[in-house]
Nanobody, 122 residues
Framework: QEQLVESGGGLVQAGGSLRLSCTAS????????MGWHRQTPGKEREFVGS??????????SDAVKGRITVTRDIGKDTVTVYLQMNSMKPDDTAVYYC?????????????WGQGTLVIVSS
């Protein structure tokens, strides 16, 4: 059974840094594009960043470009994708969701984690 499990959310001050992790198992996720979306109450879920299945390309939304990095580690039976966020702003407060798809995670990925809450205090 495929699973995406996020960790690393929490409270951080504005200007600080946070790293989220997502461990994926149960599918050949090493051949999947993986990444992150986020959602705040009353707003649609939005794409944040992703890494291609080859690991050779990364994509970021304009809202976070320059402040975040998505990386990936491939293990024997799992794949872990990371979201490193720097110079964080109160607008980054959201539930962050890990996503995976055999094609692209930018729009409507097939696989989602349960989400992890990030709060940035001013």
């Amino acid at each position: 059974q495929e699973q995406l499990v996020e960790s690393g959310g929490g409270l951080v001050q504005a200007g600080g840094s946070l790293r989220l992790s997502c461990t994926a198992s149960g599918q050949p996720f090493s051949t999947y594009s993986m990444g992150w979306h986020r959602q705040t109450p009353g707003k649609e879920r939005e794409f944040v960043g992703s890494i291609s299945w080859t690991g050779g390309s990364t994509y970021y939304s304009d809202a976070v470009k320059g402040r975040i990095t998505v990386t990936r580690d491939i293990g024997k039976d799992t794949v872990t994708v990371y979201l490193q966020m720097n110079s964080m702003k109160p607008d980054d407060t959201a539930v962050y969701y890990c996503a995976a798809d055999s094609q692209s995670v930018i729009q409507l990925p097939d696989n989602w984690g349960q989400g992890t809450l990030v709060i940035v205090s001013s």
